[in-house]
Each structure stands twice: as structure tokens, then as C-alpha cells.
């Protein structure tokens, strides 16, 4: 999510009292936007229209996602998610490698849990708003749950206070899930175990969210952006798919229980360390098999230096 401004106070643990959340100013919408956000905002608010479109989310998308990666799939923690009762919306919080790793996790999600009813994921509204094909890619691909848009441009103070609030509004909501990412941005470097800059949407949402919403970390590894070669990879015999997609689940934060008083991007770099400790231990994992080299030692204090 990109850096928005600081959203006015808002009575947000009354949020769940209302029936739809707010709506984002039609005056500040441009082309084809204007048709395509009020359509998303119906189809993420009203009931009966988004348990329409989770079920191409949940027997289409999850189906086609498991059958096409399951046999990479390794698993770090995910019993500990099983048994969860959430109160309130859970909100997942990872590091970004590729432009579909949010999809399996929420395919693994959906294998193994029973809580995650209604899923969405906050995007750039350039192409997925302001083009129709990506209007049709969000409904094909994501029964709809590519919402709501997030601005980059000029319009970012005007419009995405209202776009925290609607991710406050469906977090108020028992059963749902949305999933975000401290960075912001994809993290294109070479070093899985390297962070972007933590941009303070993630903190922005826990300021503003349900105290009962809770935070799923997780951290992912062995997956690339070349989403053919990776399909192709999984229907080869073992041993020969190369890495598996390393899921390390962290342990579930309640977000009521953060000093929520803190500056936002402060928050977000919290929970982007929780990402990174998690990262570690695949680390630790990976050179314990002895596919990672260890790290250098720390370089000799100077002998030329005394007290």
C-alpha cells in the first residue's frame, strides 16, 4: 500500500454498526473510474453480492492455485492458525516478492482454516480501476476482491483516508480477511532477507481498525514472478521442482493490545520486523540444511585501538 495521509479520527469500533462503509468522493473520480469504484464498492459491502463473488474466489481461484502449487507448499506454523475464533477481521501482513504471493496464501488459508469467509486485498487503482480489463481481471481472478483502490497519484490526500476506512469498515467484520504488505511495494532486490522501507499504510489501518481485528505475519519464500516456469516446476518429479514456497507463519497479534497511539509508520516497521524475525528463521533453516552459506563473521576489533 502507498504512503496515504493521516486519516481523520474516526469512531471505528462502531464501524461494524454500519451497513456499508463510506464512500469515496465521486467528485475527485476520473473516467472510467467512476463507473468501475462505485460497482467494486457495492460488490465488496452489499452481503449477498460478495458471498457471490468468494465463490469464484473459493472454488475457482483457491482450486486452480492449490492444483497448480500444493506440491511446493511447506508449511512453518500453520496449526497454530487452525483453531483461531477471530472476533473481528484478521489482517494478514508479509513481505512482497511477487505479484501473486498474497493468492497463495490465501489458497493455503482456505486448505486449512475454517474462519476466512470473505477475502480482499487493497490495490493501485491504476489499471485495476481505470481500465477495463483489469476491472475483468479483479472480477476473474479475485471474485471482485481486488478492493478497495488505493491512490498514487495527485488524489492520494483526497481519496485514501476514505480507502483506511473502508479497510477499518470490513476488518470490523467477523469472518473477513485482508491482506496487506509493510513495504508498500514489491521488493524486486536480490535478497529475500532484505527489506524495502516500511511505508506507514499498515499502521495506518491499525490505528484506525477494530481492537479485536487480528494480525496474521507471515513470511514467504522460494517463489519468483515467473508464475509459468513456477506452474511448470510443480508437476515435475521431487527433486527436480526446485525451492518450495516457504510459508512461516507467526503467531496471530491482537491489535487492541499495540501502543496504537504511535506514529503510523512506526507501527508498520513493528510489524514489518515481525515479518523479518520470521524470515530469519528460514534462514537459519535454509543453512541448517546446508543450502545457504552462513553469514561472514563480524570483522576483528582493531588491535591498534586500545581503551
Keep these: 500500500m502507498s504512503d496515504v495521509p493521516e486519516p481523520q479520527p474516526t469512531e471505528s469500533t462502531a464501524l461494524y454498526l454500519r451497513s456499508t462503509p463510506p464512500k469515496l468522493p465521486k467528485e475527485h473520480l476520473r473516467g472510467f473510474e467512476r463507473l468501475s469504484i462505485p460497482v467494486f464498492d457495492a460488490l465488496n459491502s ?3 453480492m460478495k458471498r457471490s463473488g468468494q465463490l469464484i474466489t473459493r ?3 483457491k482450486n486452480w492455485m492449490c492444483f497448480v502449487t500444493r506440491n511446493r507448499w511447506e508449511l512453518h506454523g500453520i496449526d497454530k492458525l487452525r483453531g483461531l475464533n477471530p472476533k ?25 482454516v475454517s474462519w476466512m469467509q470473505k477475502i480482499v486485498f ?3 487503482a491504476k489499471f485495476f480501476y481505470t481500465n477495463p480489463i483489469g476491472a475483468m481481471l479483479n472480477t476473474a481472478l479475485a471474485g471482485n476482491g481486488m478492493w478497495p483502490p488505493v491512490f498514487r497519484d495527485d488524489r492520494k490526500p483526497l481519496l485514501n483516508p476514505t480507502a483506511v476506512t473502508q479497510m477499518s ?3 470490523a467484520r467477523q469472518g473477513t480477511v485482508l491482506g496487506m504488505h509493510p513495504e508498500g511495494t514489491r521488493n524486486k532486490g536480490d535478497d529475500p532477507y532484505t527489506f524495502l522501507a516500511a511505508r506507514p499504510g499498515v499502521g495506518y489501518l491499525i490505528r484506525d481498525a477494530h481492537p479485536d481485528t487480528l494480525i496474521v505475519p507471515y513470511f514467504l ?5 515467473d508464475l509459468l516456469g513456477e506452474i511448470r516446476r510443480n508437476f515435475r518429479p521431487e527433486g ?3 525451492q518450495n514456497f516457504r510459508f512461516w507463519w507467526g503467531d496471530p497479534i491482537r491489535v487492541g493490545d499495540l501502543d496504537r497511539s504511535r506514529p503510523a509508520r512506526e507501527l508498520s516497521q513493528e510489524m514489518l520486523d515481525v515479518v523479518h524475525g520470521l524470515g530469519l528463521r528460514d534462514r537459519a533453516s535454509q543453512m541448517d540444511k546446508g543450502l545457504l552459506p552462513a553469514p561472514p563473521a563480524p570483522p576483528e576489533p582493531d588491535e591498534a585501538i586500545t581503551a
Excluded: K
Design 169 to 171: 469498515w470490513i476488518l
Design 221 to 225: 519464500n522460494g517463489i519468483t514472478g
Design 88 to 112: 473481528a477481521g484478521v489482517m494478514l501482513v508479509a513481505n512482497h516478492r511477487t505479484f501473486w504471493d498474497m493468492f497463495v496464501a490465501s489458497a493455503v488459508l482456505y486448505d486449512h
Design 240 to 242: 527436480q521442482r526446485g
Design 46 to 48: 452489499v452481503e449477498w
Design 59 to 61: 472454488h475457482v481461484s
Design 122 to 124: 487493497p490495490v493501485r
